[in-house]
């Protein structure tokens, strides 16, 4: 039985399951930090509004080797947000927030943010400052003041941020800072654009500093298999129990097909699998001689 080999080098080989050879590991596990995150908005569990903040997190966390381990969405509320990040911020090392960043009156993350750790509100003058910069050379004739008309007041109110926060500007075009608070709760805006970009900059130079050394990035190899998920269910419960040591995690997903199908001399192009066996560990060698194990 011919199945189909993925890596995170997009590899395609050959292979047939067996379960005789035995995999022994030259490494322990690497201990990883842990992420969350924490989507904020009604118009996300109303269903107005697609999350895809949350993809974007996962996906980076995973290049960088942060293991993600919860994502929560709340309602704009401040109990909501404030309990769902001191619980967060109790068992995970890096905590992110997503929305809630805005003018208006359910904009509240900030004073949430306040509140749960307990500080007060303060206007900040840099972000006010940058606000007023990058918005006059965008043309903007309108400027955030605190005590200006309704609407400078309401452009201000982004720049009202938690006293005892850390605040830092990742990305030089964006006004938008990165706030941190309690140096695991790091508010972002919800944007998708803005999120991604920021998270981008600021994201791998703290997992750095934070692991104090070199970043080592998760890998996931995908294994196609034409036979029914539970025929190799045994298979793998077996395998996990093997490699789970060594930080090797396994999991099987039905019904997958590829959007592109890699082609090759060994494997008809119309072939298409029927479970796709995905491995992911920190140690790259063992992920590919997992893959490997089938040939």
Known sequence: MLTRCWSSHYTVCRAAIATQRRFVSKKSATNSLTGALCVIGDEILSGKTLDINSFYFAKRCFELGVQVEKIEIVPDQYESISNSLQRLSQNHDIVFTSGGIGPTHDDITYDAVSRA???????HEDTLARMRRIMKSRGSLTMPDPQGTAEQIAMARMALLPANAQVVYP?????????SVMGRVHVFPGIPKLFENLVDAYLPELVARLSGKTVLAFTRALVGIQQRESAIAPILDKL?????????KIGSYPDWVPKKQPTTNEVSSDWKPTVVVSVVGKNKEQVEAYSRLHQ
């Open 117 to 123: 750790f307990g500080s007060k509100l303060a206007y």
């Open 171 to 179: 990305c030089e075009e964006y006004w938008v800072p990165v706030v």
């Open 240 to 248: 996990q129990e093997r490699y789970a040591p060594m930080g090797v």
